[in-house]
């Protein structure tokens, strides 16, 4: 039985540096109304983050509580905060990220007015160097970026998700749709993920109310090791291959045919492009060529690698 309102959640892993900026930017919220606790899960660091959140001086106010998980993965760090939360909703930020002061208290707003089973909010890209111009708008959502507008409204479609960067539920709808997939999302330096889209969609499907909350605003800050293509091109050959590995089951390791003319097709947009536009203008379409470079890895090695 939860005894506060909310919980807040943080997940991190041998970011002792981005943690210790997120961590004095959180000191900025606005304090809700209601009862909360802020809820740091260390996923087996093994920098300075234990040393760091012992130090911490925390603000008089707020109920900490720190717990370790020593299974690596960002699904397994998500589903300990699921655990150990004793709030009702269970809000989620990362450690990379500044929370607009008014984020929280924006959520309880929405929970007072809707009474939600799940909500998200926007996210903006906060650039920590400069951007290069091959980094288009359109790849910003690969960053984290996520805006489905300015006005609140509830979000049905399985093609709307939203990000574990800036998301709550209700820790009860846990029982009917379960946890995090811990086959998927980032492990250690892995650049996978879909845990939290995956979530996402089981909310969707079950019939519970996901609200979108504009207003309740997080930065996701981009450090320089991101603004790189092979950032991008190495997130869409993982995201191939664990989609080919569940789609291939049991079944034959020869791929399907027409996985081969998809990759051609791929590999000739990427000329074309390059062409038209030189190589600032080809990121895009080389994502879909890693994306089935993966699928076709992913379909004959049928197992999934760290």
């Given at each position: 039985?939860?005894?506060?309102?909310?919980?807040?959640?943080?997940?991190?892993?041998?970011?002792?540096?981005?943690?210790?900026?997120?961590?004095?930017?959180?000191?900025?919220?606005?304090m809700p109304?209601?009862?909360?606790e802020?809820?740091?899960?260390?996923n087996?660091?093994?920098?300075?983050?234990?040393?760091?959140?012992?130090?911490?001086?925390?603000?008089?106010?707020?109920?900490?509580?720190?717990?370790?998980?020593?299974?690596?993965?960002?699904?397994?760090?998500?589903?300990?905060?699921?655990?150990?939360?004793?709030?009702?909703?269970?809000?989620?930020?990362?450690?990379?990220?500044?929370?607009?002061?008014?984020?929280?208290?924006?959520?309880?707003?929405l929970?007072?007015?809707?009474?939600p089973?799940?909500?998200?909010?926007?996210?903006?890209?906060?650039?920590?160097?400069?951007?290069?111009?091959?980094?288009?708008?359109?790849?910003l959502?690969?960053?984290?970026?996520?805006d489905?507008g300015?006005q609140?409204?509830?979000?049905?479609?399985?093609?709307?998700?939203?990000?574990?960067?800036?998301?709550?539920f209700?820790?009860?709808?846990?029982?009917?749709?379960?946890?995090?997939?811990?086959?998927?999302?980032?492990?250690?330096?892995?650049?996978?993920?879909?845990?939290d889209?995956?979530?996402?969609?089981r909310?969707?499907?079950?019939g519970?109310?996901?609200?979108?909350?504009?207003?309740?605003?997080?930065y996701?800050?981009?450090?320089?090791?991101?603004?790189?293509?092979s950032?991008?091109?190495?997130?869409?050959y993982r995201?191939?291959?664990?989609?080919?590995?569940?789609?291939r089951?049991?079944?034959s390791?020869?791929?399907?045919?027409?996985?081969?003319?998809?990759?051609?097709?791929?590999?000739?947009?990427?000329?074309?492009?390059?062409?038209?536009?030189?190589?600032?203008?080809?990121?895009?379409?080389?994502?879909?060529?890693?994306?089935?470079?993966?699928?076709?890895?992913?379909?004959?090695?049928?197992?999934?690698?760290?």
């Amino acid at each position: 039985m939860t005894s506060l309102a909310y919980t807040v959640a943080l997940c991190t892993h041998n970011h002792a540096e981005q943690l210790k900026r997120t961590l004095a930017d959180m000191t900025r919220l606005h304090m809700p109304q209601n009862s909360w606790e802020f809820l740091v899960v260390d996923n087996a660091s093994s920098d300075i983050t234990p040393w760091l959140l012992e130090q911490q001086n925390w603000p008089s106010a707020w109920q900490v509580r720190i717990v370790r998980e020593d299974k690596l993965g960002v699904a397994h760090a998500r589903n300990r905060a699921v655990q150990e939360a004793q709030g009702e909703y269970l809000i989620f930020l990362d450690d990379d990220e500044t929370p607009d002061a008014d984020w929280l208290v924006t959520y309880e707003f929405l929970i007072q007015e809707r009474r939600p089973d799940a909500f998200g909010g926007r996210i903006e890209v906060m650039f920590e160097s400069e951007r290069p111009p091959w980094l288009t708008d359109e790849l910003l959502g690969f960053l984290g970026h996520l805006d489905y507008g300015s006005q609140p409204l509830p979000l049905t479609a399985l093609n709307t998700p939203c990000y574990t960067g800036n998301f709550g539920f209700r820790l009860s709808t846990c029982q009917a749709v379960g946890v995090f997939d811990t086959q998927l999302g980032r492990r250690g330096n892995a650049n996978n993920g879909g845990e939290d889209v995956d979530f996402y969609r089981r909310l969707v499907v079950s019939g519970f109310t996901v609200w979108w909350a504009p207003e309740a605003l997080i930065y996701h800050r981009i450090q320089a090791t991101k603004i790189k293509r092979s950032y991008f091109l190495d997130l869409h050959y993982r995201q191939g291959r664990m989609e080919a590995i569940r789609r291939r089951g049991s079944g034959s390791r020869i791929p399907p045919k027409y996985l081969y003319g998809q990759l051609l097709r791929a590999v000739g947009a990427v000329w074309r492009d390059f062409r038209a536009g030189g190589r600032n203008a080809t990121l895009r379409k080389e994502m879909n060529v890693a994306y089935f470079v993966g699928y076709l890895s992913g379909w004959m090695r049928g197992v999934s690698a760290p």
